[in-house]
């Protein structure tokens, strides 16, 4: 389990303590670190050239941490309309089955419930800590035969077929999805250019030097604090199934449970 991992797993008030902490207390204790060693009045000579590209450097990463903080909820919200519409095929697939000859409903109802509650029970917590990768589609394959074993005599088991093809379609279409993005939706090189960004928008304050102590350290306090809030929620939402803010498993739950009690009768 990577270090993101475990940090998305922290109670949603610790990771932000934890978050806020580090860049704070790098970039603080890079500032204090300059002023004992070459003094404020040294420093000072820096600010004019330096507060130049200090702005340069701090619209480029702006842009990028912007960037990617958009794309990760982006992600997270397609994760969970997945996550809907995987449920939603359920629980018409098993709605449809009560329009089918009682036989054929009972070959698609027990894998139809038994995958719902795979993935509940199995599924979840795997992506939680990420190992889906683990856990094969052993239901979704008995599913999917149990439905192409189908036979239809006329036209109107035809149209329950086609229609039950089609919600199979949508499973495996959604729970693809689902799967693709509990992995997580930043690539590890983007990770690099934040975290390495971070360290030095964040030190760059350093070299300047003011008169006040106090005041420099109120002013890199407040952007260190901007850049952390910013910068949590992609932590947070990068993997849609960990944590906190984690993605309910309670679509697939109401799909089974919801269920009206229709009266198990052969249309024929």
């Known amino acids: 389990m990577s270090l993101l991992h475990l940090l998305n797993q922290a109670p949603i008030l610790l990771a932000v303590l934890l978050t806020l902490a580090l860049v704070e207390a790098y970039s603080i204790g890079l500032i204090l670190l300059f002023r004992r060693i070459w003094g404020p009045h040294r420093l000072k000579l820096n600010n004019e050239v330096g507060g130049l590209k200090f702005a340069a450097i701090s619209v480029l990463y702006a842009v990028l941490l912007g960037f990617v903080a958009i794309a990760v ?19 018409d697939l098993l709605q449809l089955s009560y329009a089918m000859p009682k036989a054929q ?17 199995r599924e979840w917590p795997a992506m939680a800590e990420g190992r889906l990768h683990e856990t094969p589609a052993d239901h979704l394959a008995r599913l999917e035969q149990s439905i192409l074993n189908l036979k239809a005599e006329d036209f109107r088991e035809l149209a329950l077929y086609q229609e039950a093809v089609r919600l199979l379609a949508v499973v495996h279409d959604n729970r693809s999805e689902r799967v693709e993005n509990s992995e997580g939706s930043v690539a590890p090189i983007l990770w690099l250019a934040l975290f390495g960004g971070a360290m030095i928008v964040l030190g760059y304050p350093a070299i300047f030097g003011t008169p006040s102590q106090t005041a420099q350290i109120a002013m890199a306090a407040a952007m260190a604090a901007m850049v952390g809030f910013v910068m949590l929620p992609t932590l947070l939402l990068n993997y849609p199934f960990t944590g906190p803010v984690r993605i309910s498993d309670r679509p697939f739950a109401e799909a089974v449970k919801g269920i009206p009690p229709h009266a198990e009768v052969d249309p024929r």
């Open 73 to 91: 909820w982006e992600d997270y919200k397609d994760t969970a309309s997945a996550v809907r519409d995987e449920a939603a095929a359920v629980r």
């Open 105 to 121: 409903a009972e070959q698609i109802r027990a894998p139809l419930v038994a995958y719902a509650e795979h993935v509940r029970k």
